[in-house]
């Protein structure tokens, strides 16, 4: 069946330093990939999306790639800062049946250090 | 205005106890998701309503759990005779159309429902 696979956290980094979290996945036909953000205290938020192959999804300096080639989706950010630790989950949505059944991966904490 | 509200934020019961989660979508999305979340785990599905019904509960573990939708906005998850291992976050997400954000894929979740089985 379909899944999520993403690296484990937590992800500890300094302050403007380089953020990848990776994010590859398994599923039949051309799902659609997200990225979800949970913040502390907050419940998840949709962070960006892809549709179809080879689109970018960026939204606060996120931003990740559909490679279907590699069926990955792994998001990067040039400089993170502070705020944005949270606990960050890839997701698909089937494009088959059960499309409302969106797959989550298990989650990366990210924690960014002044 | 509003997001997704769920109640209670936490809950405590004893093992063997019957339990009711609530959630309040956003106002005018047809779409209901319930999904839970144990410790360290991503959101696993659990059920889906378009409207009143219940167009997919496959999600649901057994039969101890059943949730409801009677006129299409409020939804309640009910766990029977709760077990230990019932013990997760249970979270609520809402959509504008079946597919989600009419055409952008996107849930809106609500904060959860922390439920803790002793």
Redesign the interface.
């Known amino acids: 069946g379909d899944s999520v696979t993403q690296m484990e956290g937590p992800v500890t980094l300094s302050e403007e330093a380089f953020l990848t979290i990776n994010c590859t996945y398994t599923a039949t036909g051309y799902p659609s990939l997200f990225w979800y953000v949970q913040y502390p205290g907050e419940g998840l938020q949709l962070l960006l999306k892809a549709t179809k192959a080879d689109d970018k999804g960026s939204n606060k300096g996120f931003e990740a790639t559909y490679r279907k080639e590699t069926t990955s989706f792994h998001l990067e950010k040039g400089s993170v800062q502070v705020s944005d630790s949270a606990v960050y989950f890839c997701a698909l949505r089937p494009t088959t049946s059960g499309t409302y059944k969106y797959i989550f991966g298990t989650g990366t904490r990210l924690k960014v250090l002044a | 205005g509003a ?2 509200s769920q109640t209670p934020s936490n809950k405590v019961t004893e093992k063997g106890k019957y339990v009711e989660l609530r959630c309040d979508p956003i106002s005018g999305h047809t ?1 209901l ?1 319930w ?1 839970r979340q144990s410790l ?6 659990l059920i ?1 309503f378009q409207g009143t019904g219940a ?2 509960d496959s ?1 649901l573990p057994n039969d101890r759990f059943f949730a409801v939708r009677p006129e299409g906005s409020v939804s309640t998850l009910k766990i029977q005779r709760t077990e230990r291992g019932d013990s997760a976050v249970y ?1 609520c ?1 809402s959509s504008p159309s ?3 954000g009419g055409g ?4 809106f ?4 429902s922390r439920l803790t089985v002793l």
Not at chain 2, 40 to 45: D, K, T
Not at chain 2, 104 to 107: F, N, P, R, S, V
């Open positions: 997001g997704v779409a998701y999904y360290g785990q991503g959101p696993e599905f889906y167009a997919d999600g979270l997400a079946p597919r989600g952008t894929g996107e849930l979740f609500g904060e959860g």
